[in-house]
């Protein structure tokens, strides 16, 4: 793709897919709304560039669904993903070997994606290891007058809600820290916390998105589902020059049901 060319990038996250179809959570079955996804996104936007996934792709975290989601998102467009607390990150790497998906750094156009692994095996909340964040440093700096967006699971911010506050990135704060020495980041994204937000971090945007199954409700203290906004994605466009437009898209919460009753997952 030339330098000079907006780049249209479709941000998925948090599908919790089963390797059965009528696999549910909460109630809700994940490859149904999935799938139902999908389908509006195409409708929406014809022309994608680049799918970005951020973590907790298979509830189940076996082979059969991390291909059932490779399989039906890749027909959209080049697809890369990173692992969350729920997936299995060797399993997915092997898998991945068979996909672009592989790819933990992609130069498109006049941006750099950067891939980040915030999991902490066997733990719910993330924390970004002393390795890992000197590689992040690497892959921005030899950016190469490129334009950055880094990836990742984690929440590195609060995000108001008492119980998930207490499962982000431990290290959000120094992440960040490290992140904001470079110009060209110009954007952080993440899952994991099944709703939408905005904030800034010195020249930084920080994103996240909903989750294509369950929502949580904001600004809550205790863990508590959102029964009044449905599954959904986030899109960018992306200029040349740096400067980011995105929207979160969603479809109607009433076409699923969910387990209002639920204390977790």
């Known amino acids: ?67 059932t989601f490779l399989r039906l998102t890749e027909r959209l467009a080049p697809t890369y993903w990173l692992p969350g607390n729920h997936d299995d990150w060797p399993l997915m790497q092997k898998i991945a070997e068979d996909y672009d998906a592989k790819h933990k750094v992609i130069d498109i156009g006049a941006w750099r994606f950067v891939m980040v692994n915030s999991a902490v095996h066997k733990k719910v909340h993330g924390f970004i290891e002393e390795e890992e964040m000197r590689w992040l440093e690497r892959a921005v700096a030899s950016a190469l007058g490129r334009n950055v967006m880094v990836c990742l699971h984690h929440h590195p911010i ?49 994103y996240s998105t909903p989750s294509t199954c369950i929502q ?25 020059n740096g400067d980011i437009e995105t929207q979160v898209y969603r479809i109607e919460a009433s076409r699923f049901n969910i387990d209002l009753s639920a204390s977790g997952y």
């Open 1 to 67: 793709m030339v330098m000079d060319a907006a780049l249209r990038v479709l941000q998925v996250t948090d599908p919790h897919l089963f390797s059965q179809k009528d696999g549910q959570l909460l109630g809700m079955n994940t490859r149904e709304t999935y799938q139902a996804v999908l389908a509006e996104i195409q409708r929406h936007h014809p022309k994608i560039d680049v799918v970005l996934a951020t973590g907790d792709i298979a509830q189940d975290h076996i082979q059969p669904s991390y291909e």
């Open 216 to 240: 949580f409700k904001p600004n809550s203290e205790d863990f508590a589902l959102d029964q009044q906004r449905g599954p959904g994605w986030r899109f960018f466009t992306l200029q040349p």
């Open 158 to 206: 609060p995000t108001g809600c008492d119980w998930l506050d207490n499962i982000g990135v431990k290290n959000g704060q120094q992440f960040l820290q490290r992140l904001e020495q470079f110009d060209q980041v110009k954007a952080v994204i993440w899952g994991h916390v099944h709703q939408e937000k905005f904030a800034l971090h010195e020249h930084i945007a920080l």
